[in-house]
């Protein structure tokens, strides 16, 4: 009772805020539907009345998803979409749950008079909880009972069998089929009507009928007598009933009577000219000409198939190879900037320019890559490269430290373009202890990306190290089997 009082004030609630918010004026979405629209009222009556401490946070998060759009109505529009669903559940919820409970309401009021109302013939049996009253003090536990289906009595379910009984053959044969000439597959109905009594079929002649009413495949031409028995069952309650059918060949429809016409054919033709160097193929079947050709190979067109299919794989394939490309490129930067770093740091401590140690380092991997010191490009040394021939181009420095760490990509050299640029206009005396302790840093880096990937090479081992294990169990237990076998 008290949870359908709690809900009745909530729905109250709700058409008291509904009230309230008839006449707010919002910049509605045209998306929004006609159910949406008072609910998302309320959720902004809501927000102007309770703000959101993290209103700021999400505003800049939209501005970051939506540069071009205005970061207050996005937040706002985001909000009160949230809102407003959460609204809508826990209005039609408290509407279902106070239907369920006022139903669980009466159910219980209707208790009182001590029945319960079961399920009639073959609906299936029912369950309720019950919570029960001892000169009325309530028990601490409720009661779980079943209730089963109403059943017949003895009487009545004589009935229903001979009711049963005198639609059984009329269900059986109600095609027009005539039960002296069956050729064709049985339908035996498992239920007749409504009747909760379920039937099985048996025959007493499996190669021409089963008891699924399926016809077998060696009946004789002139037909051949089968008994079939149907077992009414009603609980513990049995009854039979039988009757006689005709059983002949299948009669082939269609396509199917020409291709079994052409089979005969030519198995006598094949029986008749076994000795002769040919078989001759038949000119008519079941009053049909016949021409053949012989059957195109489809290899072709199979192929065909699998070209396109192994195109479409390899053109989407491309994209992770890509994808793996980078990442090996990104990881090899990142294993090459410790040495980079430390080589400009040698030669600005030595006393070259930002732009002198930088075309250094570059100049230097130009000569053994041409000296074929080194032969496979490197993409750190290759975008150094890149940004010395920028800056003889007439490029300002610092703008060729930006380009090159954009290019880069990888927060290392994003940090390495702004210590260089950072430090143009005040010279290199704090860059070279700002270098060395960021040297350090990248050998630290570097060592937690080989750990790394040592144990992503160890995890790829594992099947290959279990394929193994089980090769050599069957090396060793196979020949055990086979001694106790002998």
Known sequence: MAIIIFSTILIFLFLCLFFLSMNVKLPLSERDSPIMRPFKRVAYLILRTFPIKSFDEMRKNELLLNPAGDGLTLTNEYFSNKLAEALIIVFVGNLVVLGLNIASFKDSQYL????????????????????????????????DIRIPERQYTS?????????????????????????????????????????????????????VINGEGKLGEEIPEEGAVAELKAILTYYDVYDEYSFFVRIYPKELEGEERIREAIKRKIDKRNSETISGPALILPR???????????ARDRTAEYLFFLVILVAIVIYYGRDNDIK???????????????????????????????????EKVANDYLKKRKAGRIKASRFAYEEMVVSVH???????????????????????????????????????????????????????????????????????????MGMMLVVVMIIVILPAFLSFSL
Not at 117 to 131: A, P
Not at 160 to 186: A, M, Q, T
Not at 284 to 294: C, F, H, I, P, Q
Request: charge should be negative; hydrophobic fraction near 35%.
């Open 112 to 143: 009182e008079k001590g029945s319960i109302s079961r399920n009639g013939y073959g609906e299936g049996d029912s369950s309720m909880t019950l919570e029960v009253w001892a000169d009325n003090e309530k028990l601490s536990k409720e009661m």
């Open 155 to 207: 009487e009545e379910i004589n009935e229903v069998f001979e009711k049963i009984e005198k639609r059984v053959e009329e269900e059986v044969f109600k095609d027009g089929l005539d039960p002296e000439h069956i050729c064709r597959d049985l339908n035996l109905p498992e239920r007749i009507d409504d009747f909760p009594v379920s039937i099985t079929w048996e025959s007493d002649n499996y190669s």
């Open 284 to 294: 008519s079947a079941d009053g049909k000409t016949l021409n053949y050709k012989r």
């Open 324 to 358: 793996k490309q980078v990442e090996n490129r990104n990881k090899e930067m990142v294993s090459d900037y410790p040495d980079i770093l430390s080589k400009l740091c040698l030669l600005i401590g030595a006393g070259m320019t930002i732009r002198g140690a930088f």
């Open 390 to 464: 920028e800056m003889r181009s007439g490029v300002s420095e610092a703008e060729t430290y930006e380009n090159f760490a954009q290019r880069c990509g990888v927060h290392q050299y994003t940090k390495l373009g702004t210590l260089l640029q950072a430090n143009l206009k005040k010279g290199s005396a704090g860059l070279v202890d700002a270098m060395r302790s960021e040297v350090i840093n990248a050998f630290e880096d570097r060592k937690a990306l080989a750990r790394r990937l040592g144990e992503e090479a160890g995890t790829k081992l594992l099947m290959p």
